[in-house]
């Protein structure tokens, strides 16, 4: 595969388990102090993937488990966020403004605050109470570390025993992930063609994948290509978006292999109706073997392996459009 080195790959995997007892450890230091809620605070792509994790959270423990944005916080502090709260946050820099300015305000209510980041030090280690630093550039290893940072919590809680064969699945994620990418790499460069040379992008994904459409179009198509693009869930696919359709339009739809693969159906089924222009990525064809339990938590990771790795790149080699480049983002004050 061109622009992939499969020893560092597997090495990045590596030095993610290898911090997973500080996970641990923080998430026995917000037990042993008690919590009534969780928060878990990010923004842009970042709060995206947090999405996933709060959605298997919220399915194993009674304990309410918000997601919110962090400008949100800023502007308009929940009265939830308090002394009884568990926050949990990240930031691949370690100094996104938003982010840092609601941790500070979290900390000012008597929070606790759990965090991960890529850099050793950085103002968000600073803010948090245990701080993981941890390799998160690629979209797989990012949602790794943010389920073990909210995972580790449940089951030092208690909410969540199987949390040791879950570690035993992904300790060999990119292991895994590796053919998939190989698999995915004979179709991804005709796939890049057709979003590079569309005017406008539709996504759509559900269920515990729902807010990947959201990051992809946001912070790949738009911001690090601008590829004008729009996401919508398959569920709200049908209040709206459906009149945008027509022979032309390009439509990438993100199936997946729980439950809400049904609605992903629907949205494949009619819009092949009217548009000669829809590519659907089956992640029934790019399955991990694991506990059934997992499955669909694991087509999160494989979702991203193939998205913001593989495809990333070849749309890269399509538009000749560097995806670290950018016009305005952390290039001006805004």
């Given at each position: 595969?061109?622009?992939?080195?499969?020893?560092?790959?597997?090495?990045?995997c590596?030095?993610?388990?290898?911090?997973?007892?500080?996970?641990?450890?923080?998430?026995?230091?917000?037990?042993?102090?008690?919590?009534?809620?969780?928060?878990?605070?990010?923004?842009?792509?970042?709060?995206?993937?947090?999405?996933?994790?709060?959605?298997?959270?919220?399915?194993y423990?009674?304990?309410?488990?918000?997601?919110?944005?962090?400008?949100?916080?800023?502007?308009?502090?929940?009265?939830?966020?308090?002394?009884?709260?568990?926050?949990?946050?990240?930031?691949?820099s370690g100094?996104?403004?938003?982010?840092?300015?609601?941790?500070?305000?979290?900390?000012?209510?008597?929070?606790?605050?759990?965090?991960?980041?890529?850099?050793?030090?950085?103002p968000?280690?600073?803010?948090?109470?245990?701080?993981?630093?941890?390799?998160?550039?690629?979209?797989?290893?990012?949602?790794?570390?943010?389920?073990?940072?909210?995972?580790?919590?449940?089951?030092?809680?208690?909410?969540?025993?199987?949390?040791?064969?879950?570690?035993?699945?992904?300790?060999?994620?990119?292991?895994?992930?590796?053919?998939?990418?190989?698999?995915?790499?004979?179709?991804?460069?005709?796939?890049?063609?057709?979003?590079?040379?569309?005017?406008?992008?539709?996504?759509?994904?559900?269920?515990?994948?729902?807010?990947?459409?959201?990051?992809?179009?946001?912070?790949?198509?738009?911001?690090a290509?601008?590829?004008?693009?729009?996401?919508?869930?398959?569920?709200?696919?049908?209040?709206?978006?459906?009149?945008?359709l027509d022979?032309?339009?390009?439509?990438?739809?993100?199936?997946?292999?729980?439950?809400?693969?049904?609605?992903?159906?629907?949205?494949?089924?009619?819009?092949?109706?009217?548009?000669?222009?829809?590519?659907?990525?089956?992640?029934a064809?790019?399955?991990?073997?694991?506990?059934?339990?997992?499955?669909?938590?694991r087509?999160?990771?494989?979702?991203?392996?193939?998205?913001?790795?593989?495809?990333e790149?070849?749309?890269?080699?399509?538009t000749?459009?560097?995806?670290?480049?950018r016009r305005?983002?952390?290039?001006?004050?805004?």
């Open positions: 595969m061109e622009n992939f080195n499969k020893e560092v790959y597997l090495g990045i590596d030095t993610i388990m290898s911090k997973e007892p500080e996970f641990e450890a923080g998430a026995q230091k917000a037990v042993d102090r008690g919590f009534d809620n969780i928060i878990m605070t990010a923004a842009g792509g970042t709060m995206a993937r947090f999405f996933p994790v709060v959605w298997v959270m919220k399915k423990s009674s304990v309410p488990v918000y997601l919110v944005n962090s400008a949100d916080i800023v502007v308009d502090t929940p009265n939830y966020l308090s002394e009884k709260s568990l926050v949990l946050s990240a930031s691949n100094n996104t403004k938003e982010i840092n300015e609601a941790l500070k305000i979290a900390r000012e209510r008597g929070a606790m605050v759990l965090s991960v980041g890529d850099p050793a030090e950085c968000l280690k600073d803010l948090s109470d245990n701080y993981v630093s941890a390799p998160i550039n690629l979209g797989e290893d990012m949602y790794l570390t943010f389920f073990m940072l909210g995972l580790s919590v449940l089951y030092k809680k208690g909410d969540f025993p199987n949390y040791p064969v879950w570690v035993e699945e992904v300790k060999d994620l990119h292991k895994n992930l590796v053919p998939l990418k190989e698999k995915f790499d004979l179709v991804a460069p005709e796939i890049a063609k057709k979003i590079a040379k569309s005017p406008y992008v539709m996504m759509t994904s559900s269920g515990i994948l729902e807010k990947i459409a959201y990051w992809y179009t946001l912070c790949v198509l738009e911001e290509q601008w590829i004008r693009s729009y996401p919508v869930s398959s569920q709200d696919f049908f209040h709206g978006a459906l009149e945008m022979e032309d339009q390009f439509l990438f739809i993100l199936k997946g292999v729980g439950k809400y693969r049904v609605l992903d159906e629907r949205v494949e089924n009619f819009a092949k109706k009217i548009s000669n222009n829809v590519v659907v990525l089956d992640l064809d790019y399955e991990i073997a694991g506990s059934e339990e997992f499955k669909d938590l087509s999160v990771f494989v979702a991203a392996s193939l998205l913001s790795d593989r495809l790149h070849h749309i890269e080699m399509v000749g459009h560097s995806m670290a480049f305005y983002y952390r290039r001006m004050e805004y």
